[in-house]
């Protein structure tokens, strides 16, 4: 889970905020349990897969067709989730989308058992180790990443679709898409589309060198469950209160950043107090990658800056003019310290 990455030895963090920020955090990212060393070498062999070299509109109609597919259909899927250097788990997603319907579940196969359901626009975190929670979100962020629910065609300014042929997975046949970003400041995915259904199989975030890591993989995929014990399932369930955020103000004051990767822009920035310490935060996307900044007045004097990146996953901390900053991000660590050293503190 996120909260193992706030650790006193590698991040400089106010305790007492330490939830704020998780909590906000959730909102954009997700958590993840893994056991499983993910095999990276894949990667290079996409390089050597023959491409089309220009994007076209049927590349975009296909990630459309997909983002469709995911959203509007009722289906039933198992998969495995792998991080480099790091773990694995398996997990069942259940996902009604037909008839104007939004209710999904996944649950966590492996480890204490973990639930995520969404319904009517919020979703609810039901974990044995600690107290469940809901939020006010549309999707559950834990089954599919950002980049399946983007505006492709807005992307396609800066991004790149190359279609690379086809593959088998699942026990399925495929399109591979590779979308690759213009620029050096973040990664790139590879999708596998199946060709019966416009769901995706499988999907591998590469690093800049494309070595994989993170991938999602399908294992099988069903269209014939039970949905009617399904929808009762989801309808007949007791749901925790949504966890409120005490918003004093729209906009941020004590800083101000200057520099941003292409295509992000500011989606949300609060001013709140949290246990009588007040932060700043931003939350910055571009469709595809999110990163919040978190800034709070800081009694220590220390400037060094900490990172620390696992996964896709970068935490910054740093304290400047006795502020205390803190970027998450699922960025490269060169794009996160970029961003980091932008931020202008105003002084009082």
């Known amino acids: 889970m996120i909260a193992n990455l706030f650790k006193a030895e590698f991040i400089v963090l106010p305790l007492k905020w330490m939830k ?12 993840y349990v893994f056991s499983e060393p993910l095999n990276t070498s894949v990667g290079d062999d996409l390089d050597s897969m023959p491409r089309q070299s220009a994007i076209d509109e049927s590349v975009i109609t296909l990630l459309n067709n997909m983002k469709n597919t995911v959203l509007n259909t009722d289906y ?67 089954a599919f990443p950002d980049i399946i629910y983007s505006d492709f065609n807005k992307l396609s300014e800066y991004y790149d679709f190359v279609l690379l042929g086809k593959s088998r997975t ?96 500011e ?6 107090d949290f246990d009588k310490t007040n932060i700043d935060t931003g939350i910055f996307s571009d469709g595809v990658f999110s990163f919040s900044v978190n800034v709070s007045k800081s009694p220590l004097a220390n400037k060094l800056a900490n990172v620390i990146a696992q996964g896709e996953r970068t935490i910054y901390s740093a304290n400047i003019n006795h502020m205390n900053i803190v970027i998450i991000g699922d960025l490269p660590p060169e794009t996160i310290e970029h961003i980091a050293n932008s931020i202008n503190i105003k002084l009082p």
């Open 20 to 31: 704020a920020v998780l909590i906000i955090t959730l909102c954009c990212f997700s958590f």
């Open 170 to 265: 699942a026990n399925r046949n495929s399109q591979l898409v590779r979308i690759i970003p213009k620029d050096k400041d973040r990664y790139n995915y590879v999708l596998w589309i199946d060709d019966d259904s416009n769901l995706p199989l499988r999907i591998d975030l590469l690093d800049l060198n494309s070595k994989i890591i993170k991938q999602i993989k399908v294992l099988d995929v069903n269209f014939d469950f039970d949905k009617h014990a399904f929808k009762n399932y989801i309808e007949d369930r007791d749901y925790p209160i949504i966890i409120p955020i005490n918003k004093e103000k729209q906009q941020v004051n004590s800083w101000q950043i200057d520099f941003l990767p292409k295509g992000f822009s």
């Open 76 to 142: 039933k899927i198992h998969f495995v989730q792998q991080e480099s250097n790091g773990y694995s788990n398996t997990f069942q997603y259940r996902h009604l989308g037909a008839n104007n319907e939004n209710y999904a579940n996944l649950l966590y196969l492996e480890g204490a058992p973990k639930e995520i359901i969404l319904h009517n626009d919020t979703v609810s975190y039901f974990q044995p180790e600690s107290e469940s929670f809901s939020l006010a979100i549309k999707h559950i962020i834990e």
């Open 267 to 272: 989606i949300s920035a609060y001013n709140f």
